[in-house]
Every structure is written in structure tokens, then in C-alpha cells.
């Protein structure tokens, strides 16, 4: 399968610990985002790699939250001293090239965080 | 910064039947796309069918369709002969030429009874 994976699938941690999360994005794709969704919500846009570089981050991304994208490859969200409100849905997706015809992010299943 | 608001929250169909999903969009930009996503349940989100700004042609793809009112600022998906596959929550997004991160609606969630 060359779809978006993310990994772990499930998580439950408690409030003050640390988290980490990981994505691999569809192979041939150079554009990476993090969303975050919550229980009723459509997803809310984290943060954007373009290759290794982190080229847009969302004012939502505290800075308990930290985004790695080394080689330009897979990629790594982290949240620091977790709290209950950070439980939700993290979703990763992959892009191509902006302007193609098509401009389609591809989504992974997802992360789903619960924060105890 | 650019709102999307999807205002049914739910909305049912009957089986083979035809039905509307609301999206209205706020933006001061020229240039955006904007997109349907569907995500079933426990399941990935998926690209229903897109739009670019630019192009004053309703976007189609088979049972699919959008109602692309720029002036209006309305972006309406249209399922036609719905199946029971079609049931999921259904996200309006937006995403400007210049910038990477979409902004999405709250979802419609589509029930379809057989």
C-alpha cells in the first residue's frame, strides 16, 4: 500500500506526559501537513513541510508542540507535557505538487490521542 | 482569515434519491480551490471532488456534482442516485493559491436510508 500511514494508530497517555507521533507520507510526495481534529469538528491545519523545511505553522501550534521532518521524508509531531485538551485526532497528509490539477492531500488514518 | 461554514449539521436521503450539502466560504482572496471531503466511519478522509476559483465550470465526477457561486461565496456538493455508501460526515474546505493548510467546515453528517 503507498498510501499516507501514521503511527501509532491509538494512543492514551497521561496529562503531563510526552507524546510523539509519526507519519510517512505517500513516497514521491514533498509536501507534508499536520491537522488536528476534535470530536465533531472538521480538522484545523497544524503546521506544513515543504521537503525538511517547516514553511507554515497554525497559531494553534502552542509551544508545547514540536514538528521534525529531517530528511525530507517522514515526520514527527510531539507534545510536550500533554493536557486533556490536547485529545483529538491528529492527521497527516501528503501533497505533490501545489499546482497540479489535481491538489489533492492525501489523508493518513489518523492518531488518535486520549489524554487521562 | 478565511471561514468555511457548513450549516447542517445532518442530513438524511433516501436511497437512490438526490440531495444538497450546504457550504458557504469567507475570503477576500481571488485565487483559492476548494474541495469535498468525505470520511466515513473510522475511516480516512477521501477527496469527493475540487474546484478551482478560476474556473467558472461546475466541477462533476459521476454521481457528484458542486454548485460554484463565487460571487455568493456558496459551494453546495450535489449527490445524485445516493447509495448507502454514501454515508459519512462530508467537510467543505478551502484553501488559498498562497498558502499550504486548508480550512475546514464543521461537517455534514449524511445518513442514507435504504
Known amino acids: 500500500d503507498t498510501g499516507v500511514s501514521q503511527d501509532p494508530r491509538h494512543k492514551i497517555t497521561k496529562r503531563g506526559q510526552n507524546v510523539t507521533f509519526r507519519c510517512d507520507p505517500i513516497s514521491e510526495h514533498n509536501r507534508l501537513y499536520w491537522y488536528r481534529q476534535t470530536l465533531g469538528q472538521g480538522p484545523e491545519f497544524l503546521t506544513y513541510?515543504?521537503?525538511?523545511?517547516?514553511?507554515?505553522k497554525s497559531r494553534l501550534l502552542s509551544d508545547r508542540f514540536s514538528a521534525e521532518r529531517p530528511k525530507g521524508s517522514f515526520s514527527t509531531l510531539e507534545i510536550q507535557r500533554t493536557e486533556q485538551g490536547d485529545s483529538a485526532m491528529y492527521l497527516c497528509a501528503s501533497l505533490g505538487d501545489l499546482r497540479s490539477s489535481y491538489n489533492e492531500q492525501f489523508f493518513g488514518p489518523g492518531t488518535r490521542l486520549t489524554v487521562l | 482569515a478565511q471561514t468555511v461554514t457548513q450549516s447542517q449539521p445532518e442530513m438524511s436521503v433516501q436511497e437512490a434519491e438526490t440531495v444538497t450539502l450546504s457550504c458557504t466560504y469567507d475570503?477576500?482572496?481571488?485565487?483559492?480551490?476548494l474541495f469535498w471531503y468525505k470520511q466515513p466511519p473510522s475511516r480516512q478522509m477521501i477527496l469527493v471532488i475540487r474546484q478551482e476559483a478560476y474556473k467558472q465550470q461546475n466541477a462533476t465526477e459521476n454521481r457528484f456534482s458542486v454548485n460554484f457561486q463565487k460571487a455568493a461565496k456558496s459551494f453546495s456538493l450535489k449527490i445524485s442516485d445516493s447509495q448507502l455508501g454514501d454515508a459519512a460526515m462530508y467537510f467543505c474546505?478551502?484553501?488559498?493559491?498562497?498558502?499550504?493548510?486548508?480550512?475546514f467546515g464543521a461537517g455534514t453528517r449524511l445518513t442514507v436510508k435504504p
Open positions: 513541510f515543504q521537503n525538511e523545511a517547516q514553511l507554515e
Open positions: 475570503t477576500s482572496e481571488s485565487d483559492y480551490y
Open positions: 474546505a478551502y484553501r488559498s493559491a498562497q498558502a499550504a493548510g486548508m480550512r
